[in-house]
Structure formats: C-alpha cells, structure tokens
C-alpha cells in the first residue's frame, strides 16, 4: 500500500507544474475564434472536454444494451417491424453519433497531449541546461543516463500513458457504475448452480470475485515486468548513443584501426538489449498464458449462469444477452488493471526514469549549496574596484571527490592586459578558466567579475552545433543576431572565406571541419560577440606557429577593447602577451611582464 501512496504522489508531482503553470497560452476554438488563456487552463479545459466525450461514450453504450435486447427479443419473437425499428430507427443514429464523438475524441486527444508535451519538454530543457546543471550532473556524478532519451521519449510517453490510463479508468469507473446496477437487476433472482438458494445480484458477485483474484495473481507475474522495461529503455538508449558518438568520431576510429574494438563495444551494449529483450519475453509469455485464459474463462461464465434459466423460458433470448453484455462490461471494468498491466509496468518504468532525471538535477544544484562547496563566481552581486579587473581571492578548486586542484591566495587578472597562463599538465588551468566562467561549481573562496562584464571561453576543441553553418558561426548566439554579410566577413578574416557561400547549407559541421579550421571558426565567433573578456583554452593549439600569430594578431586588431588570457605551452605564445602567470601545484609560481610582439 506504501508503495502504491509513493508511486501514485510521483505521478501527482510530474503532473502537477502543468496543471498549476501561470504561462500564457492561445488556441484556436472552432466558431470562437482564438483564445488567449493561461496554458493551465487551456490543458485542464482539454482534460475535461475528454473526460465529459468519455462518459458520453459510456451513456451510449448503456442504450446500445437496451438496444441488443430489444433487437434479440425482436429475432426471438420472429417481429419483422420491431427488428427492422431497432436497426434503422434506433441503431442508425445512435451509430453515427458514435462516430462523430469518436473523430472529436480523437482531434481532442491530439492538441491535449501536444501541448503538454511541448511545456513539459520547454521545463525539461530549461532546467536541464539552466546554471549548466547539464555539465555540473557529469562533474557530480549525479548525472541520470541518457538525458537525450527522457526528455525526447520518455517525457511522451509518459503523457501518452498518463491519458489512456487515467481517462480509462475513469471510463471503466463510470461502466462499472453504470452496468452493475443492470446486472444485478438482470440477476436478483439468480440462485446458486444446484441449488434452491437465491443470491441478489448473483453475478455481479461471480464478477468481483473473479476479477479480485485475476489482478492478484496478474501482479504476482508481472510485477518484474517494471524493472525489466526500465532496465530495456536504459540498454536501448545507451545503444543508439554508442551508434551516435561512433559517427561523431569516426575519423579519429578510421585512424587508430579502432574498427574491431567498436565492433566488441557494440555488441556487448546491444547484446544487453537482447538478453533483456528475451527476459522481458519470457515474463510477458507467462503473463498472457495467464491473462487470455482468464479473459476465455471469462466469455462462459455469465452463460452457465444465464443459459438455463432460458431454457425454463424465465428469461428471454434479449434478456440472456443482455446479461451477458453487462457481465462482460463489468468483468472488463474490474478487470481493468489486468488488461493494462503491461502498460502500467511501462509506465512505472518510466515515471521513474523521468523522477530520477529531475532528482539528479536537484541533487546537483544541492551539492553546489553545500557548506564549502559552493559556486565561486560572485558577478554580478560583488563587482570588483573601478578598474574592473577580476579578483581571485582566497580560492580552492577541488575534484567532486573534495580533493584540492589548484589554490590559489590572491591573483589579480588587470583590465587590457593580455595574460599568459602556463604550468604543467593537470594543474588545474583549465577549472580556473571554468570557475572564472562560473560553471566549476567545486571549491571556495571569491572570484570576483566587473559588473556588467561579458565573459567568453573558448575550449581547445569548438562545439559545433548540428544545422546550418550560419547556426554553427553565430553559436552561442541564434542565427538571425548577426547580418549575414557581417558573418562572412568574420569568416573571411580567419581564412574560412571558402565556406562563406554555405552559411544556409545544413550538414555535420563538426565532422565536416578539421580541428584547425573549427579552432579558426571559434575566433570568428569572437570577433562577432565582441566580448569583454576572452579566455582561451588552448583555443589555437590545433594551428600552426604563423597561423596562430595571425590570429592573434586579428584578435589584437579587431578586438581592443577585448581583455585576453589564455592558456597554452608554446613558448611563441610568450609574443601575443605582456604577462606569463605560472600555476603550480602550490598555486601561483612566477608572475613575469612580458614584452609584446
């Protein structure tokens, strides 16, 4: 019982930010018009209209019964005109109401679930990529795998089930309602097989009784069904990722020969998803051998009941079949959670999935507001002294093990100088970069930003996204901020003038390009930003000694009033700046002025 209170409060908190968001929403109402309304009450209004169709449909098939036993009382009584009534005056209509309610169920069904799918894919999204909790759960250790799949797949699903489950069962709610006041009716005077010994409501008890103990013994099959299906989405995704990623790096595998060590790879992944795949046969061969004996069992009972007291001529042939239609309504109302076990074990599966994403998410943003280790970048609450340099006080940078990288007392980065940093492998000039970013969210201490300042990094390798080369030049602004001629210029001046006239052409950019010409399109996205302050990563170590000079030699001309520090091991470096800062692991080694080229 605990576990079923957790899990339905699970589903209550996964539902509840739609049906309590206050974003704004429109939608266009045939013979209204468009609407204008919080996007809550556009999903909630859905919601009711499918609720209100449902137990329309179940108002319809309670006259369809009378129907079937007028219509085999008409047949029994050889009433040509009573038949001929029933099927044309009474079916007719009532059919074709059917199937008008159907299409509107349907168009209904549709426009709810893409909505809600599109704000909750809009929330999973933000608050995935937002204070770059999709980098920090990797840093963690808190990261849920394949977050691409539970905001892509899991996230409709999820919705999907949630409608057909909750909207059946409401429907079965309202049947159950609905025929078992006919059944018992129909069967008052029923008594027990051999028997003198009369039962009211005899087979609306065979009914309860028979469906108590087939979803009893239904769950005790199937409940491995939930952690199988969890575990199959899991080894699904992480196969389609290992196919993705072997694309993205297929030159650097072509290179190394890798081509049988991938082969071993992928089949161990997708040899996961088969054994788990014939696991969940097995479980699902059990459980249907159980299920459709149950659900054939089913169809002969109501008429062992009914059958004999039609051959005493107590009931007629309409009555008979009508009984029998009540009892199967009943039956598959009870029955319900056996006929939708397979899809309540998915959908177990994956309300967890999308449970334990947003906790990972929120077990990432606590892990940051732990006592000690905390985010360090302080802009824009504490700027720094007018001359707007960026203070590094009292720093700690640590592993998500808590192990110190890199301390660092007092350093202090002067606006329009362009610094040198350098110190061996792993010292930790990288994270100072990321914590200066603000995106290292292990350590203590201050480091401190000019207000206002507008910070750039540039890694050693560029992300490029996939889309348009526009797209991947103007990244991580949108594609429509920067003039297009603005953009080719840029390109132009990095030496990419070639590729200028395919700024619309889509394609793989980042397989496209070699690492140089990316590194050249990362400086061409500088000069478009124009930041404040621009941190390079061994931004141009994939370049050659004259192409590097030239490109700082671009940065220094178009950039002015841009401050640069960079990271890197060439000693030619040593040309572009005015100052060297040596880290070490005791923290800052030499602080040495450099004369510029």
């Known amino acids: 019982m605990h576990g079923l ?3 339905l409060l699970t589903i209550w908190r996964l539902i509840l930010p739609y049906a309590t968001t206050r974003d704004a929403g429109e939608m266009t109402i045939p013979l209204i018009g468009r609407v204008r309304l919080q996007e809550r009450w556009i999903g909630i209004g859905l919601f009711i209209s499918l609720i209100l169709i449902n ?3 179940v108002a319809l098939n309670v006259r369809l019964s009378y129907f079937s036993r007028d219509l085999y009382n008409a047949l029994q009584e050889m009433d040509a005109a009573a038949f001929w009534h029933q099927l044309l005056a009474v079916f007719s209509p009532l059919a074709a109401v059917w199937i008008a309610i159907a299409i509107l169920e349907i168009v209904v069904q549709y426009i709810f679930h893409i909505r809600w799918r599109a704000w909750m894919t809009r929330r999973y999204i933000d608050n995935w990529l ?10 963690s250790g808190a990261e849920a795998d394949n977050p691409d799949q539970r905001i892509a797949e899991d996230i409709n699903l999820f919705i999907a089930n949630t409608r057909t489950l909750s909207l059946g069962l409401l429907s079965q709610v309202a049947t159950l309602a609905s025929f078992a006041a006919i059944l018992w009716s129909l069967s008052e005077n029923f008594t027990l097989p051999g028997t003198d010994i009369a039962v009211p409501g005899l087979l609306l008890w065979v009914a309860l009784i028979y469906a108590v103990l087939g979803t009893w013994l239904t769950h005790i099959i199937g409940r491995k069904l939930i952690g199988l299906n969890f575990a199959q989405q899991r080894y699904e995704a992480d196969f389609r990722f290992s196919l993705a990623r072997l694309r993205e790096y297929g030159e650097q595998v072509a290179l190394l020969s890798g081509e049988n060590a991938e082969k071993e790879q992928l089949g161990q992944k997708f040899g996961r998803v088969i054994d788990n795949f014939m696991a969940i046969l097995n479980r699902q061969k ?13 169809v002969v009972i109501p008429y062992l009941f009914v059958a004999p007291y039609l051959f005493l001529k107590k009931v007629t042939l309409g009555q008979m079949m009508q009984t029998v239609d009540a009892f ?8 319900f959670f056996i006929s939708a076990y397979t899809t309540v074990a998915d959908y177990k599966a994956v309300v967890d999935r999308l449970s334990s994403f947003e906790h990972a998410i929120d077990a990432t943003r606590r892990q940051e507001q732990r006592p000690g280790v905390q985010p360090l970048l302080d802009h824009p609450v504490r700027p720094t002294s007018d001359n707007g340099a960026i203070v590094i006080s009292s720093v700690d940078l640590r592993l998500p093990s808590g192990r110190t990288v890199l301390s660092i007392p007092d350093l202090v980065l002067n606006k329009g100088e362009r610094a040198l940093v350098t110190g061996r492998s ?4 990288s994270t100072l970069f990321r914590a200066i970013a603000g995106i290292w969210p292990f350590g203590a201490g201050r480091i401190a930003l000019p207000k206002g300042a507008s910070v750039m990094l540039l890694p050693q390798r560029p ?9 991947a030049v103007s990244y991580p602004s949108t594609s429509d901020i920067y003039p297009k001629e603005e953009v080719a210029h840029a390109l132009q001046a990095v030496h990419l003038g070639h590729l200028a006239p395919h700024l619309d052409d889509e394609g793989l950019w980042g397989l496209t390009l070699s690492l140089g010409e990316q590194q050249r399109l990362s400086v061409a996205r500088a000069l478009l930003a124009k930041p404040d302050w621009l941190l390079l990563d061994e931004a141009t170590a994939a370049l050659d000694e004259p192409m590097e000079k030239e490109m700082y030699a671009l940065l220094a001309e178009r950039l002015p009033h841009t401050t640069i520090v960079s990271i890197g091991h060439r000693s030619t470096l040593d040309a572009f700046h005015d100052r060297r800062i040596e880290l070490t692991a005791a923290g800052v080694g030499k602080d040495t002025a450099l004369t510029p080229a």
């Open 328 to 335: 199967s309504r009943v039956q598959g109302a009870l029955t």
């Open 130 to 139: 937002s204070g770059s909790a999709h980098y920090k759960m990797q840093l």
């Open 5 to 7: 209170k957790s899990a």
């Open 286 to 298: 059990k459980l249907t051998l159980f299920t459709a004996s149950f659900f054939q069992a089913s």
């Open 55 to 57: 137990l329309f449909q």
């Open 463 to 471: 992300y490029i996204p996939i889309g348009t080369l526009l797209d």
């Open 426 to 429: 792993g010292v930790g000039k």
